[in-house]
Structure formats: structure tokens, C-alpha cells
């Protein structure tokens, strides 16, 4: 079946109308499904054709490129032209469908299209690839929108001079794609977790302003302060909050303690800890390491585990 005509079958399903998209601005960290964003293929709208439009003036409308519209519709163009009173689909984002074949992951995914792979989990729903998936490009450069790679140029890096809790400790579960030891499942992991004891200061990395701060599904209590220069951090599974949004902060200053609120990901009493990059489809989640200055390395000692529920 042409990917079109599937994605046409999907887009008619009563459940696709009630979706709404989800604020760029929050992306969990885990892999549960309740929390993640909509798919990007459930978010296509319908467009009905009016009299003047043509197909220029609904990609400035909905701020695509004209090769993302006349891709998605290719029965409902003749000439280059679209008729009057026909419907078509639009994408929440500029970028291509593809018929993902059987057994493939992400990674594979990944390297074929030059995205990365984290990217193109969360904008396919938190799940594993299955049948059809979207993946976005950069009208910009006409490339895909972030490379398979996640090395960055340590040179360019801007650097946090403070580190996220007060003592230096061990990075009980790093950035990047991990396995679950209970299910053996393969699950994408946004951040850091830093292994430290229930109830510790928590702290921002650097100067910023706070523009999350509350409950926000697997993270449990989070904070998310932007620091401008595109870059923001995430202090997520907090047991208390000591900041207000809009609250203005120096590297250093209190916003929390460590908790075991949401879904934590290991049973050791952890802080969550995030650095994500601003970019066309939100914000991006990047290796933590990369950006602080002070990396954590002191193992702490004697820590109780959280219970298991």
C-alpha cells in the first residue's frame, strides 16, 4: 500500500481529531508512553482547499516547505496544482514518511536518514519503530534535522561551572541508549542520573531564568531553568521545590532536593539531571557530560536504596 493511502487511513481515524500537541518545552526522560508527546504522524491536520490558495500559500501558513505538503499529497496535485474544495494532509513539521521494515530500530533508522535516534523516538511516540514512521528534515539546509552523531566540538561547548549538587558522586546511569535489567528492553535515557542521597541541595548548573517548575509525569517534581545561548537544564524526581517560575538565578543557587518522586529509573537515590539544545523541533536532549565543567567522580557510601513498590 502507498504510504499516502495509509497515512490517509490513519489520519480519518475518530481518535486523531481529539489530539492536541503537546508543549515543546516538557519531553520525558524514560520511555513511558503516557508522558510522550503525541506521534507526529496522529498531529497531520486536514486542510480544505478555498478559492486564491495555492499550494505557496498553506506551506507560509503552516510554515513548511512546499515539498513537505506536495510529498504528503500526491493524489490530491495535478500539474503542481491543487483543486479547489479538496482536501489534503498537513505535517506538524517538515519532513518525510517512510514504511519502516520488519525488525528495524531506531538506530538503524538513525544512520540511514542521518537523524538522531532519540529524536526520532520521541516523534514517533516513545515506541519502537513499526510500520510507518516520520522522519523530520531542516528546510534550512534541506538536510535531516540533527545527525546520527551526538559528538559535539568540545571547543565551541559552552561550559556550567557548577555541578548539580553540592558533593561530586558517581553517574549511576549515563546519557544515551540503555537496557532495562528487568525486561531486557532497550529504552532511550535523556539524561543523568547522579547518584547522591535523598534529600540533598540541589542546584542550578548556571545562571538562568526558571520556566518549569512542578509535576511533570515520569520526571515526578522537576525544574527546567533556561540559561539563554539555547541551552537549558532539567532537575527532574525532585522531593521538594524551592523555586518559582520566572525566578531569576546564579550558578550555584538552590532550586531543590533530591527525591524519588515519578518514575525513577534505578532503585539508588539519584538526581535526574538534563541538558537539552534548543532546535527546529524543540528541545533536543544532549549528553550532560558534555557541558559541565566539574564532572561527578566520588562515589558516595552508605546510601539506602529507594523501596521498590
Known amino acids: ?32 508512553s503516557n508522558d510522550c508527546p503525541a506521534s507526529a504522524l496522529s498531529r497531520f491536520l486536514r486542510h480544505k482547499v478555498t ?13 513548511l516547505a512546499r515539498e513537505s505538503i506536495t510529498k504528503m499529497n500526491p493524489d490530491g ?7 479547489v474544495g479538496s482536501e489534503i494532509l498537513i505535517p506538524p513539521y517538515d519532513g518525510n514518511i517512510i514504511e519502516v521494515s520488519r525488525g528495524q530500530s531506531w538506530r538503524e533508522i538513525s544512520k540511514r536518514y542521518r537523524v538522531r535516534a532519540d529524536v526520532l523516538f520521541e516523534l514517533n511516540g516513545c515506541k519502537p519503530p513499526s510500520g510507518l514512521a516520520f522522519i523530520p528534515i531542516n528546510r534550512t539546509s534541506n538536510r535531516r534535522v540533527q545527525p546520527a552523531s551526538d559528538s559535539n566540538d568540545s571547543s565551541t561547548i559552552s561550559k556550567f561551572t557548577s555541578f548539580p549538587v553540592p558533593r561530586k558522586s558517581v553517574i549511576s546511569l549515563p546519557y544515551g541508549w540503555q537496557n532495562n535489567p528487568k525486561t531486557g528492553e532497550v529504552f532511550f535515557h535523556s539524561g543523568i542520573d547522579i547518584q547522591t542521597a535523598i ?4 542546584q542550578s548548573v ?14 515526578g517534581n522537576l525544574v527546567i531553568i533556561n540559561h539563554g545561548g ?12 524551592k523555586v518559582k517560575v520566572g525566578e531569576q538565578l546564579k550558578a550555584g543557587d538552590l532550586i531543590g532536593v533530591v527525591g524519588a ?6 532503585i539508588q537515590p539519584h538526581l535526574h539531571f538534563e541538558i537539552r539544545a534548543t532546535s527546529s523541533l524543540g528541545w533536543v536532549a544532549k549528553d550532560p557530560k558534555e557541558f559541565l565543567e566539574n564532572q561527578g567522580d566520588v562515589p558516595p557510601k552508605n546510601l539506602p536504596q529507594i523501596p521498590k513498590e
Open 1 to 32: 500500500m502507498i504510504v499516502a493511502h495509509r497515512l490517509l487511513i490513519l489520519c480519518c481515524l475518530p481518535t486523531i481529531f481529539g489530539m492536541i500537541l503537546a508543549p515543546r518545552n516538557i519531553v520525558v526522560a524514560q520511555t513511558n
Open 51 to 63: 478559492s486564491g490558495e495555492t499550494i505557496e500559500s498553506i506551506a507560509q501558513r503552516y510554515n
Open 77 to 83: 496535485l495535478r500539474n503542481g496544482k491543487i483543486k
Open 199 to 202: 534529600g540533598t541541595p540541589t
Open 206 to 219: 548556571g545562571d538562568g531564568t526558571v520556566v518549569f517548575a512542578g509535576t511533570q509525569g515520569t520526571y
Open 230 to 241: 539555547g541551552l537549558q537544564s532539567r532537575y527532574g524526581q525532585l522531593e521538594s521545590i
Open 261 to 266: 518522586t515519578g518514575q525513577p529509573s534505578s
